[in-house]
């Protein structure tokens, strides 16, 4: 696991710290809560893996400076569906995983993607980690 993070940051290090912190806010997130042992663990390896889908975009567009195409954005949108394609690959069955690096670009109202599911269809993973991702979007 440790070694796609670091290709993953390696490919896009813009976002180079974004893993560590969105795994730290995850994890004490679901600790205030009570979660602990293997669910816990679970939820901060698909934290840390949430990305893996960027392996799979070209270079040139994610880190690309200045605005991207809407083509473009359509290449970077797939990485959440290359991402879940890739742990069927590596044969994780993990749902916790599979869920988060699926659906965490998913939006409460149905606007995000790739599935547009709405707060009642997400797991609850991918709905902590909405939260998670926009607080360090926005710190």
């Given at each position: 696991m440790h070694r796609l993070v670091r290709e993953i940051e390696a490919k896009d290090a813009?976002?180079?710290?974004?893993?560590?912190?969105?795994?730290l806010y995850l994890r004490?997130?679901?600790e205030a809560r009570g979660v602990r042992g293997d669910e816990l663990l679970l939820a901060t390896h698909a934290a840390a893996l949430h990305d893996v889908g960027k392996l799979d975009i070209p270079a040139e567009?994610?880190?690309?400076?200045?605005?991207r195409t809407p083509e473009e954005f359509e290449v970077i949108e797939q990485h959440t569906v290359t991402g879940y394609a890739r742990m069927i690959e590596l044969n994780v069955e993990e749902d916790t995983i599979l869920d988060l690096v699926r659906y965490h670009?998913?939006?409460?109202?149905?606007?995000?993607?790739p599935c547009h599911l709405t707060e009642a269809e997400l797991p609850?993973?991918?709905r902590d980690f909405a939260v998670i991702d926009t607080f360090d979007a926005l710190t």
């Open positions: 813009s976002t180079a710290a974004h893993t560590w912190r969105v795994v004490a997130m679901l567009i994610l880190q690309k400076p200045g605005r670009h998913e939006k409460m109202d149905g606007s995000g993607y609850q993973v991918a």
